[in-house]
């Protein structure tokens, strides 16, 4: 963007107040002095770590992003006025597909561009008027950076973390590489729009399932300082489910197939057996069955694979599945179970199998009426759960008998609505009359003593497969040998860059690129030097956002990924500002990882951020921004007019930060006309920085002090639209005093208007610094230290009570503000307003809260 400043318009510059002028000044005097670099180990003051989600390069930025950045800039500035050293570092997301796709099209290497688009975004940020710490600027796509990537994958893959398996995957045939769920919608490629399908890959994994459980345990920690939503979806995702792993066998088969259930109280209940149909056991299974099985099973097979693990779970599919002509038997009673194949059963859940009881699980009873399969119930959920076992009267053969009828009118095969609720159990032999919990102890004591079963858990998250069949990653630091062995690239030999993208063919082809790099592949295996091959794959970039909150207390550190004594200082991290669309994988991913550290003894918390703080999206058209729509607002634009300043008090006060925006609602021009009075109300100051607040305007002081008191809180439960509408207020009672008071010399004025520089910076720190100068102090108010409120001026002298009959306000009462109960009521009654409403009508209830309500009940 040109620094020459456009011609003055009205909207640049309203009776004499330059926006751009002022922003361009000030831009220009914090990139000479660097004022925002945060202290060294000599800084005294408390410490501060405040970050945003960083942004990846693609192109210049939006005013979606602006938002973001506006809100982590408004936080960091806080928290300088109020006395802290402040951590507030910036780095770019920089490796990934989009980068990699552009290079394609564009015939070039992505390194150009994405660092030209990170030259761009850098230039915005700083005419943004953000104040971030530049001397710690990262990039994960340097090798300086991604070094400590491959270091970090060594460490997991020594204490067992990083393994290698083949598994079905999402596949994208267009960009030709694995996409993680939350990547797949509506069956599509997020990035491409590509019908998305399974395919078996052998790909690298971090084992995120052995901290489920502390992962899950731990977001108590998070309580009250998490918003509530995300917590809940972390919960969610985690799913630990608590029950038994159940041993069946299968006809004609060696070995047991395992499978865990949530409810085995409900095993007599058991009338067939599902398994995923793109598990190993699965085709096991059919790889002895008829040619007609076969089949069918092929062609079942292919249709389940070109669904996301995501739709398959859907609970208002219609049921789909297959018979195996296998059978299972039940461990219990020794019943032949069908087996089937079916897509609501996911290979890498529990065991990839699972007994169907269709009387109490509504999937299994949807897929039972389906395929008209028998349903038994076995617990009446009719029955008390509480008090003594009750006497069950039985039929000749033992089946219990349900007299009134009430249990047959529940019937699950009729209804069609499984009876999930607690009850009795029933059918199930040495388990009738007991209560579902003591049922499932039971019944777990007798599998365990028969060497049929096991108490455990189970899990709905799944190990993190990081593999990515694409050039612009890290690459994965492992060797293949001849002989079949997998070994670590030496720690000496890191980093193992990247070759040059010329002469590769990146365009996507299901391989990696980097395998036809010959000449890089090529390497010789380290315990004997005899040739060797490299891993062609590079690393997920979750794993560069998963630490590098670390990496910024010391980007520059060519000896350690980062310091742990600084780790000490500095982190967690206080305030962590992003985007909920982040809510899950790049936040769980963050927290595994920060927990492997720990136990490395590296670092001392288990958390890698105490507060968190989503912001809504920007819309436009009731759309999010985005580039791939076409359907947003650039963010250097809007940087001329209505100029940076504008525009954040426009995006901080359109509404509470948590909320969605739509920019067609933000009133740009009514920040400029304000961000304009503050300006003039500096200007027309005329007593000196040495006057005696406490001579000054009584009304007006109270307003400013009542600001500075309550300011603080606001700000910290992040209601920046209440500060902005406040600060509003105190210029309007500014002005105010300056026409029709003691006027431009009322030492009031003076200081109210100091305060509104204060606290104006944090939102719109261009006009704030101009303000600072114009009152006659050097820069920067940035830095300046929060004033403290005089408590003498909080108390309120005077307030205003409602007066209520029957609901319906009558009437407004000027009173002490320490009036009590008995005196505002007299006071309520022989008002005239009041007397009349109540005309000849009986006062048959009359409560009062002193100061602030009367109200009476009439008949």
């Given at each position: 963007m040109s620094?020459?400043?456009p011609?003055a318009?009205?909207?640049?510059a309203?009776?004499?107040?330059?926006?751009?002028?002022?922003?361009?000044?000030?831009?220009?005097?914090w990139?000479?002095?660097?004022?925002f670099?945060?202290?060294?180990d000599?800084d005294t003051?408390?410490?501060?770590?405040?970050?945003g989600?960083?942004?990846y390069p693609s192109?210049d930025?939006?005013?979606?992003h602006?938002?973001?950045?506006?809100?982590?800039d408004t936080v960091?500035?806080?928290?300088?006025h109020?006395?802290?050293?402040?951590?507030?570092?910036?780095?770019?997301?920089s490796?990934?597909?989009?980068?990699e796709n552009?290079a394609i099209?564009?015939?070039?290497?992505?390194?150009?561009?994405?660092?030209?688009?990170?030259a761009?975004?850098?230039?915005s940020?700083?005419h943004?008027?953000?104040?971030?710490?530049?001397?710690?600027?990262?990039?994960?796509?340097?090798?300086?950076?991604y070094r400590?990537?491959?270091?970090l994958?060594?460490?997991l893959y020594?204490?067992?973390?990083?393994?290698?398996?083949?598994?079905p995957?999402n596949?994208?045939?267009?960009?030709?590489?694995?996409?993680?769920?939350?990547?797949?919608?509506d069956?599509?490629?997020e990035?491409?729009g590509?019908e998305?399908?399974?395919?078996k890959?052998?790909?690298w994994?971090?084992?995120i399932?052995d901290?489920?459980?502390?992962?899950?345990?731990?977001?108590?920690?998070?309580?009250?300082?998490?918003?509530?939503?995300v917590?809940?979806?972390?919960?969610?995702?985690?799913?630990?489910?608590i029950?038994?792993?159940?041993?069946?066998?299968i006809?004609?088969?060696?070995?047991?197939?395992?499978?865990f259930?949530?409810?085995?109280?409900?095993?007599h209940?058991?009338?067939f057996?599902v398994v995923?149909p793109d598990?190993?056991?699965?085709a096991?299974l059919?790889?002895?069955?008829d040619a007609?099985?076969?089949?069918?099973?092929?062609?079942?097979l292919?249709?389940v694979q070109?669904?996301?693990?995501?739709?398959?779970?859907?609970?208002?599919?219609?049921?789909?599945?297959?018979?195996?002509g296998?059978?299972a038997v039940?461990?219990?009673?020794g019943e032949r179970?069908?087996?089937?194949?079916a897509?609501?059963?996911?290979?890498d859940y529990?065991?990839?199998?699972v007994m169907a009881?269709?009387?109490?699980d509504?999937r299994d009873?949807?897929?039972?009426?389906a395929?008209d399969l028998?349903?038994?119930?076995?617990?009446?959920?009719?029955a008390?759960?509480?008090?003594?076992i009750p006497v069950i009267?039985?039929?000749?053969?033992?089946v219990?008998l349900d007299?009134?009828?009430?249990l047959?009118?529940?019937?699950?095969?009729?209804?069609?609505?499984?009876?999930?609720?607690?009850?009795?159990l029933i059918?199930s032999?040495?388990?009738?009359?007991?209560s579902?919990?003591?049922?499932i102890?039971?019944v777990i004591?007798?599998?365990?003593?028969?060497?049929?079963?096991?108490?455990a858990?189970?899990?709905r998250?799944?190990d993190?497969l990081?593999?990515?069949?694409r050039?612009?990653?890290?690459?994965i630091?492992?060797i293949?040998?001849?002989?079949?062995?997998i070994?670590p690239?030496?720690?000496?030999q890191?980093?193992l860059r990247?070759?040059?993208?010329?002469?590769l063919d990146?365009a996507?082809?299901?391989?990696?690129p980097?395998g036809g790099a010959?000449?890089w592949m090529?390497t010789t295996?380290?315990?004997?030097g005899?040739?060797?091959?490299?891993d062609p794959d590079?690393?997920?970039t979750f794993?560069?956002?998963?630490?590098y909150?670390l990496?910024?207390?010391s980007p520059?550190?060519?000896?350690?990924?980062?310091?742990?004594?600084?780790a000490?200082?500095?982190?967690?991290?206080?305030?962590?500002i992003?985007g909920?669309?982040?809510?899950?994988?790049?936040l769980?991913?963050?927290?595994?990882?920060?927990?492997v550290?720990y136990?490395?003894?590296?670092?001392d918390f288990?958390?890698?951020?105490?507060t968190?703080?989503n912001?809504?999206?920007?819309l436009?058209?009731?759309?999010?921004?985005?580039?791939s729509?076409?359907?947003?607002?650039?963010?250097?634009?809007?940087m001329?007019?209505?100029g940076?300043?504008?525009?954040?008090?426009?995006?901080?006060f359109?509404?509470?930060?948590e909320d969605?925006?739509?920019?067609?609602?933000v009133?740009?021009?009514?920040a400029?006309?304000?961000?304009a009075?503050?300006?003039?109300?500096?200007k027309?100051?005329?007593s000196p920085t040495d006057?005696?607040w406490?001579?000054?305007d009584t009304?007006?002081r109270?307003v400013?002090?009542r600001l500075?008191a309550?300011a603080?809180?606001?700000?910290?439960?992040t209601?920046?639209?209440v500060v902005?509408?406040?600060l509003?207020e105190?210029?309007?009672a500014t002005r105010k005093?300056i026409?029709t008071g003691?006027?431009p010399?009322?030492p009031?004025?003076r200081?109210?208007?100091?305060?509104?520089?204060?606290?104006?910076?944090?939102f719109?720190?261009h006009?704030a610094e101009?303000l600072?100068?114009?009152l006659g102090?050097?820069?920067f108010?940035g830095l300046?230290p929060?004033?403290?409120?005089?408590?003498?001026?909080?108390?309120?002298?005077?307030?205003?009570?409602v007066?209520?009959i029957d609901g319906k306000?009558?009437?407004?009462?000027?009173?002490?503000a320490?009036?009590?109960?008995?005196?505002?009521e007299?006071?309520?009654?022989?008002d005239?307003?009041?007397?009349r409403?109540?005309?000849?009508r009986?006062?048959?209830?009359a409560?009062v809260?002193?100061?602030k309500?009367?109200?009476?009940?009439?008949?």
């Amino acid at each position: 963007m040109s620094q020459t400043p456009p011609p003055a318009t009205p909207s640049h510059a309203e009776r004499g107040f330059d926006a751009y002028a002022i922003q361009t000044k000030w831009q220009a005097l914090w990139a000479e002095h660097d004022p925002f670099r945060a202290g060294g180990d000599d800084d005294t003051r408390p410490r501060k770590y405040v970050l945003g989600m960083f942004p990846y390069p693609s192109g210049d930025m939006h005013m979606g992003h602006a938002e973001n950045y506006a809100y982590v800039d408004t936080v960091a500035r806080f928290w300088r006025h109020r006395g802290y050293n402040v951590l507030n570092p910036i780095g770019w997301d920089s490796f990934g597909l989009p980068a990699e796709n552009a290079a394609i099209q564009r015939g070039s290497d992505p390194r150009e561009w994405t660092y030209s688009n990170i030259a761009q975004q850098k230039e915005s940020l700083k005419h943004f008027g953000t104040s971030y710490d530049w001397s710690r600027v990262l990039h994960t796509s340097d090798p300086e950076y991604y070094r400590w990537n491959q270091w970090l994958f060594q460490r997991l893959y020594e204490r067992g973390l990083a393994y290698r398996k083949e598994s079905p995957v999402n596949w994208c045939p267009n960009d030709q590489t694995v996409l993680a769920n939350e990547q797949v919608v509506d069956g599509h490629c997020e990035r491409c729009g590509a019908e998305v399908v399974k395919k078996k890959l052998t790909q690298w994994y971090f084992k995120i399932t052995d901290y489920a459980d502390r992962l899950l345990d731990d977001l108590n920690q998070l309580e009250g300082f998490w918003p509530q939503k995300v917590i809940r979806m972390q919960r969610n995702w985690i799913g630990r489910s608590i029950g038994a792993d159940i041993d069946f066998e299968i006809e004609g088969r060696d070995g047991v197939v395992t499978v865990f259930s949530t409810r085995p109280d409900t095993l007599h209940g058991a009338t067939f057996f599902v398994v995923a149909p793109d598990s190993d056991l699965a085709a096991e299974l059919v790889a002895g069955a008829d040619a007609d099985v076969r089949l069918r099973f092929q062609a079942y097979l292919d249709q389940v694979q070109r669904q996301t693990e995501i739709e398959r779970q859907s609970t208002d599919r219609p049921k789909t599945g297959v018979f195996l002509g296998r059978y299972a038997v039940n461990p219990i009673n020794g019943e032949r179970l069908p087996v089937w194949a079916a897509d609501y059963v996911l290979a890498d859940y529990g065991h990839g199998a699972v007994m169907a009881v269709p009387a109490h699980d509504q999937r299994d009873l949807d897929f039972a009426r389906a395929f008209d399969l028998p349903v038994k119930v076995v617990v009446d959920t009719t029955a008390p759960v509480t008090g003594a076992i009750p006497v069950i009267d039985v039929d000749d053969e033992g089946v219990p008998l349900d007299p009134d009828g009430a249990l047959a009118e529940l019937d699950p095969a009729t209804t069609g609505v499984a009876l999930t609720g607690d009850g009795r159990l029933i059918n199930s032999g040495s388990l009738n009359g007991l209560s579902k919990r003591n049922a499932i102890a039971r019944v777990i004591e007798e599998l365990e003593a028969a060497g049929r079963g096991r108490a455990a858990k189970s899990f709905r998250l799944r190990d993190w497969l990081i593999s990515r069949q694409r050039f612009w990653g890290t690459p994965i630091p492992m060797i293949h040998t001849e002989d079949g062995r997998i070994v670590p690239v030496p720690d000496d030999q890191l980093p193992l860059r990247l070759p040059a993208a010329q002469g590769l063919d990146l365009a996507p082809k299901g391989t990696s690129p980097l395998g036809g790099a010959e000449e890089w592949m090529a390497t010789t295996d380290p315990e004997t030097g005899a040739p060797a091959r490299r891993d062609p794959d590079t690393m997920d970039t979750f794993v560069d956002s998963s630490w590098y909150f670390l990496r910024f207390l010391s980007p520059g550190d060519d000896t350690e990924a980062f310091s742990s004594r600084l780790a000490d200082k500095w982190a967690p991290v206080d305030s962590y500002i992003g985007g909920v669309e982040h809510a899950i994988l790049h936040l769980l991913y963050a927290r595994f990882i920060t927990k492997v550290l720990y136990d490395m003894g590296l670092i001392d918390f288990t958390e890698p951020f105490a507060t968190l703080i989503n912001q809504g999206m920007v819309l436009l058209g009731g759309s999010k921004m985005s580039k791939s729509k076409g359907n947003l607002v650039e963010f250097a634009a809007s940087m001329e007019d209505p100029g940076a300043d504008a525009s954040r008090v426009a995006i901080a006060f359109a509404g509470p930060v948590e909320d969605d925006i739509e920019w067609e609602d933000v009133s740009t021009t009514g920040a400029q006309k304000f961000l304009a009075r503050a300006w003039r109300v500096a200007k027309d100051v005329a007593s000196p920085t040495d006057v005696v607040w406490a001579e000054g305007d009584t009304a007006l002081r109270r307003v400013t002090h009542r600001l500075l008191a309550d300011a603080p809180g606001l700000v910290e439960q992040t209601k920046f639209n209440v500060v902005i509408a406040r600060l509003m207020e105190l210029v309007n009672a500014t002005r105010k005093t300056i026409d029709t008071g003691a006027g431009p010399a009322d030492p009031a004025v003076r200081e109210a208007a100091e305060v509104t520089a204060m606290i104006l910076d944090l939102f719109a720190p261009h006009t704030a610094e101009e303000l600072w100068e114009i009152l006659g102090y050097e820069p920067f108010v940035g830095l300046v230290p929060w004033r403290q409120a005089d408590p003498t001026l909080l108390v309120e002298e005077s307030v205003t009570a409602v007066v209520q009959i029957d609901g319906k306000v009558r009437a407004t009462l000027q009173v002490p503000a320490r009036i009590d109960g008995a005196e505002l009521e007299k006071l309520a009654r022989a008002d005239e307003r009041v007397a009349r409403a109540l005309g000849d009508r009986e006062v048959v209830r009359a409560v009062v809260r002193p100061p602030k309500v009367v109200s009476f009940s009439t008949k």
